[in-house]
């Protein structure tokens, strides 16, 4: 009894390690994005609290908000990159699910060796370094652009975040796939679907959870993707990531920059919520 | 065993004819993972490297700049130490912590433990490169942030980094062990100790091999952590990989250290593949 309390005590406090050690920088950025100082040295607060950091979010005119005019190019190029993270983030995703979800279909009726090489392969991108992902992308983009002219920009932004994306779906829908009958498909076409619609009418809603857990995981890994795109970026395309490493290797980073991560926090935090207690629901009726 | 495969046979047989769905994902793969890594292998043994005024001529010279020149005393062996040194020490610490806190969550409530879970994925919604320069400002305010401490400093911003991707794959198949399996061992005359080192423990092993995995090959190439906490004076394995793709004509020696980390991670895939055919641990 004695040493189950000491382990109990010992647990509790490696977990409270644990969180804090991840969440400090979470809390900082918090803290620094309400306070007025220009500073990323220090939290700031002899300087006085604010809220300009995030009016300068949503408004063009900085001097109103008294922001030293240096800084208003930057936040000008950061709601670039903001733009551009939503939309490379927000087309990969949905791009991904989709092809990720028929390669899943088209995975699981393999035959076991023909899916074990499938799924190496599926698997390599997840486990191998970004920088080394980011490297090998490059280098075919670089071909591209030597035999087609293509330039590195959105276009190559956009085809590496489909490319780290798709594993990820995969690997969320096939355990899904396994699950369900394998006769599903034929009933449905015994009954008259035609193939894409068996595919559509059967398949697709028995999978639909593995789907939208693979979307969301797509999401996550590309909203936040750094070493990717900074590798096939090439020099005038930046999402938020890229922008804030070009923003501290210059010495500027303005901290609307703050802001915006602490509303991206907040909404995550909403949409996970709600995301868990609609399946909780799902769960009790299904009881 | 027999009858239920006849049964199955057939079903299955029929729905090969979907298998065609993946056959895009085969070239798809092809054009993005194979053809690169041909080419990445090509730039490492010649004088190539796309631009205008390079030779195609095999040489090793990119090699022997690595591994022999005045460059390997001075720059790679110290790096690869450096980054072997760091990435080894955060990955310990990392699953030092890590399994506790798996260990811990599994027993609890399903309540709370979906809010730990909630919290554990939560930071990743931080943008990373922010939590590092994040970091930078913390060490500033208790007063660490001095060249003597960098290297220390690196190791736990990385481990406040990659803690998150040790926990989950310990936790995940710490969830799927069933509580009946517990119990018989406790049933069976085992205390807790002998339960936890022989049933718990080796059930779990999947999941750690996943977890080592996916916190050592990052932090053995990451350069953001170690070029923003160290002002860019320390230099590690993926500094090196970073400014030969940033600086110009760098891009055969860089195939050299891609390489040489693309060898680590088939290792390390090789082993995550063996305890892990369907890559379960890694999601």
Redesign the interface.
């Known amino acids: 009894m004695k040493t189950n309390k000491a382990f109990t005590t010992l647990f509790t406090i490696i977990l409270i390690l644990s969180f804090t050690l991840i969440y400090l920088p979470v809390l900082v950025i918090f803290l620094m994005s309400f306070t007025k100082s220009y500073s990323l040295t220090t939290l700031g607060f002899s300087s006085g609290l604010t809220l300009k950091w995030y009016a300068s979010l949503f408004t063009k005119d900085y001097s109103a908000l008294d922001i030293l005019y240096r800084y208003s190019s930057n936040i000008r190029t950061l709601k670039n990159a903001i733009f551009n993270t939503f939309a490379i983030t927000l087309l990969s995703t949905s791009i991904a699910t989709i092809l990720g979800t028929m390669f899943s279909i088209g995975i699981n009726a393999l035959s076991k060796k023909k899916r074990t090489m499938m799924l190496t392969l599926n698997n390599m991108p997840i486990v191998t370094p970004d920088i080394v992902t980011g490297f090998l992308l490059l280098l075919v983009f670089v071909v591209l652009e030597t035999i087609f002219g293509l330039k590195r920009g959105f276009p190559t932004v956009l085809i590496a975040h489909i490319f780290f994306s798709i594993p990820y779906v995969v690997l969320s829908v096939l355990p899904r796939l396994s699950q369900i009958d394998p006769n599903t498909y034929e009933a449905a076409r015994d009954l008259g679907c035609s193939r894409m619609g068996a595919l559509i009418k059967a398949i697709i809603p028995s999978i639909l959870t593995g789907i939208i857990s693979g979307a969301m995981f797509a999401f996550t890994m590309s909203i936040d993707d750094f070493v990717i795109t900074m590798f096939v970026s090439g020099t005038r395309f930046h999402n938020v990531s890229t922008w804030i490493d070009n923003g501290w290797r210059r010495g500027y980073i303005p901290k609307t920059v703050y802001a915006y991560n602490v509303i991206i926090f907040l909404i995550a935090f909403i949409i996970i919520l709600v995301n868990r207690s609609i399946q909780s629901k799902n769960r009790k009726v299904k009881l | 065993m027999t009858n239920n495969n006849y049964v199955?046979a057939k079903?299955?047989k029929?729905?090969?004819?979907?298998?065609?769905?993946?056959?895009?994902?085969?070239v798809?793969?092809f054009?993005?993972?194979i053809?690169?890594?041909l080419?990445?292998i090509v730039?490492a043994f010649t004088t190539y490297d796309?631009s205008s005024n390079s030779e195609f001529k095999i040489s090793l010279s990119n090699w022997s700049y690595v591994f022999g020149s005045s460059y390997a005393k001075t720059v790679f062996w110290p790096a690869m130490g450096r980054s072997f040194l760091i990435s080894f020490l955060v990955t310990v610490i990392c699953f030092l912590?890590?399994y506790?806190?798996a260990?811990?969550?599994r027993f609890l409530n399903n309540k709370v433990r979906?809010i730990?879970m909630?919290?554990?994925?939560?930071?990743?919604?931080?943008?990373?490169?922010?939590?590092?320069?994040?970091?930078?400002?913390?060490f500033?305010?208790i007063g660490l942030?001095e060249s003597g401490f960098y290297q220390f400093n690196i190791v736990?911003a990385m481990?406040?980094m990659y803690?998150?991707y040790m926990?989950l794959p310990i936790y995940s198949v710490l969830e799927k062990i069933d509580d009946k399996v517990i119990e018989a061992s406790y049933d069976l005359g085992a205390n807790?100790f002998e339960t936890f080192f022989k049933v718990t423990f080796p059930l779990s092993i999947s999941g750690i091999i996943s977890g080592i995995?996916?916190v050592f090959?990052?932090s053995?190439?990451q350069?953001?952590v170690s070029d923003?906490i160290s002002d860019r004076t320390i230099v590690m394995l993926?500094n090196l990989?970073?400014k030969r793709?940033k600086g110009t004509g760098g891009f055969n020696v860089?195939?050299v250290f891609?390489l040489i980390?693309?060898i680590f991670?088939v290792m390390?895939?090789i082993l995550?593949?063996r305890v892990d055919?369907?890559?379960?641990t890694?999601?």
């Open positions: 199955e079903p299955k029929k729905l090969k004819k979907l298998g065609i769905l993946s056959t895009p994902y085969l798809w793969n054009f993005l993972i053809i690169p890594s080419i990445l730039m796309f912590f890590a506790p806190t260990y811990f969550m979906g730990i909630l919290l554990l994925v939560l930071p990743l919604w931080s943008n990373q490169v922010l939590r590092i320069v994040s970091w930078k400002t913390i500033e305010i942030n736990i481990i406040s803690l998150p926990i807790k995995i996916m090959l990052p053995l190439t350069f953001e923003a993926g990989i970073y793709f860089g195939s891609s980390t693309i991670t390390g895939f995550v593949m055919k369907e890559g379960e890694l999601i």
